[in-house]
């Protein structure tokens, strides 16, 4: 008989538990986040979209005559509301056909001058495979922003996911596993 796996599906969210309220570490939470994704810094904003806003909008001003952001056609809608937001062209791109990462074929029909962006996501408690990407993004001289929202304390190799691109956003919404209730 063979064995039978069981997959369970990520949850939504660590339940909190009373040592979670204990005092811990640096008091400043941009510190002690810092050091535990093992960057210099980081930025603290009011959601996770409001910070892929200003990563948007900081990129503009690096490369102001490109237009466009490609996104994984399946992802969260708040991710369209800030491209839009920055008044930039939303590129969806399929989804390879075995897992949630983009299809390298489409992606490559999508990437252009026009492309300022592209934005693999960490969706569902699965890591996207972000190192295939970047010779596709410097090939055409776009930027590769990691949509680490959903994956906050996940890590590739030993080091934590967000790392590999320009710029990575994380969320601390509720129902992330690290919440603020509200933050990015
Ligand atoms: C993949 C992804 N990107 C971006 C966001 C936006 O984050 P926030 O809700 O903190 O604005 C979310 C939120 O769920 C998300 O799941």
Redesign the pocket.
């Known amino acids: 008989m063979t064995a039978r796996r069981i997959s369970v599906p990520p949850t939504a969210g660590l339940a909190l538990r009373c040592a979670d309220l204990r005092p811990w570490g640096d008091k400043r939470l941009d510190r002690a986040l810092a050091a535990w994704l093992e960057v210099d810094e980081v930025l603290l904003e009011c959601?996770?979209?409001?910070a892929?806003v200003l990563a948007l909008r900081t990129l503009q001003q690096w490369a102001p005559d490109r237009c466009e952001v490609v996104v994984p056609a399946y992802?969260?809608p708040?991710?369209a509301l800030a491209v839009a937001q920055c008044g930039l062209q939303l590129r969806l791109c399929d989804l390879s056909p075995d897992c949630l990462d983009m299809d390298g074929d489409a992606l490559d029909a999508l990437l252009s001058h026009r492309t300022l962006a592209l934005v693999p996501?960490h969706?569902g408690g699965r890591v996207a495979d972000v190192a295939r990407l970047l010779p596709r993004a410097q090939a055409c001289g776009a930027y590769v922003i990691e949509?680490a929202?959903?994956a906050l304390g996940a890590r590739v190799h030993g080091r934590s996911v967000g790392l590999q691109g320009d710029i990575a956003?994380f969320?601390?919404?509720v129902g992330?596993g690290l919440s603020t209730y509200?933050?990015?």
């Open positions: 959601s996770g979209t409001s892929l992802t969260c708040l991710v996501t969706l949509d929202a959903q956003l969320s601390l919404a992330k509200e933050g990015g």
